[in-house]
């Protein structure tokens, strides 16, 4: 079973923060409401379909094609980690099952990000 998900938006990238920092910093307070948009953007391409069930101890992989207007502007790692957090508890129970990850990322007229999940199959 796999999910595709297309965002669309421009999305905050992933920003340390403290317990405190997270209600008073501006970069976490963009990022926070960069993932709120994010889950609500997944949870309503959800739909009926669920959660992904994982029995035992079933690893994921994860296939990302970002496509923005701002290339090179962040971190390709931290627009992953933003994205992959802001599936957690609606995709999958935690992205620590994900795997395997395959990222494209590339310079668009908007900011596309077409988001795959499932299983991965082990030889």
């Not at 501006?26 to 990022?31: H, I, M």
């Not at 009926?48 to 207007?69: D, F």
């Not at 609606?90 to 395997?100: K, V």
Request: proline share 3%; with cysteine; hydrophobic share 40%.
């Amino acid at each position: 079973m796999q999910h595709t998900i297309v965002l669309t938006g421009k999305i905050k990238p992933y920003v340390r923060m403290t317990r405190a920092g997270k209600y008073v910093k501006l970069d976490a307070l963009e990022y926070r409401a960069s993932q709120a948009e994010l889950a609500w953007q997944i949870r309503q391409q959800m739909g009926e379909s669920g959660m992904l069930e994982l029995p035992g101890q079933t690893p994921l992989r994860a296939r990302m094609k970002i496509q923005t207007v701002s290339l090179h502007t962040c971190d390709l790692d931290n627009q992953l980690k933003a994205i992959l957090d802001a599936g957690n508890k609606i995709l999958y129970p935690d992205d620590r099952w994900i795997d395997h990850v395959v990222v494209e990322r590339s310079k668009g007229t908007a900011d596309i990000t077409v988001f795959t999940v499932g299983t991965l199959e082990r030889a």
